[in-house]
């Protein structure tokens, strides 16, 4: 091993999804499996908050990005080295940019996926998508030593 070389792994989770409901429930699951096998165990916070970042980016992309017969992609990567958890979570509606919903625009169900996001995540940011067809990527990063805010949760 040269000096340049990094003994940590950078690991890397990618699949695409169905953009439906259950493609969304499935790559929470999925993602929450892959975290542990790298070590982000369960019931940590740093699990519990990627975990939801996640679910509610997912649930943007079936939700609001979904075209009929297209699926959403997700990529996670977890960097020891630089200790950052990256979600990334493609759709094909390029037209249809993430923003934070006003006050008066959460008074109805949902609107308050990408709130959490924003407290929750250390940064996040929308792009357009780089491989896979037409849309854009939704990211999110968080520290892998960060602890969960809790007043947030609750």
């Known amino acids: 091993m040269t000096a340049a070389q990094s ?11 169905s953009s439906t409901p ?3 429930r499935l790559a929470r699951r999925l993602c929450g499996t892959r975290l542990d096998a790298w ?3 369960y019931g940590s916070d740093t699990h519990d908050v990627v975990t939801l970042v996640v679910a509610e980016l997912s ?6 990005g979904r075209i ?7 990529l996670l990567t977890a960097d020891p080295a630089i200790g950052t958890v990256r979600i990334e979570v493609s759709d ?3 037209e249809r940019l993430p923003r934070i919903p006003t006050a008066t625009a959460q ?14 995540a250390d940064r996040w940011g929308c792009s357009p998508r780089a491989v896979g067809g037409p ?9 892998a030593d960060r602890a969960t805010p809790r007043d947030l949760i609750t």
Do not use: Q, S, Y
């Open 7 to 17: 003994p940590l792994t950078v690991h890397k989770f990618a699949m695409c999804f």
């Open 22 to 24: 259950r493609g969304a």
């Open 39 to 41: 070590g982000i165990p």
């Open 59 to 64: 649930a943007n992309a079936v939700r609001h």
């Open 68 to 74: 009929a017969g297209r699926d959403f992609h997700v």
């Open 92 to 94: 094909t509606r390029g």
């Open 107 to 120: 008074d109805g169900d949902g609107g308050r996926g990408l709130l959490l996001v924003e407290a929750l």
């Open 135 to 143: 849309g854009k990527t939704v990211w999110a990063e968080c520290a």
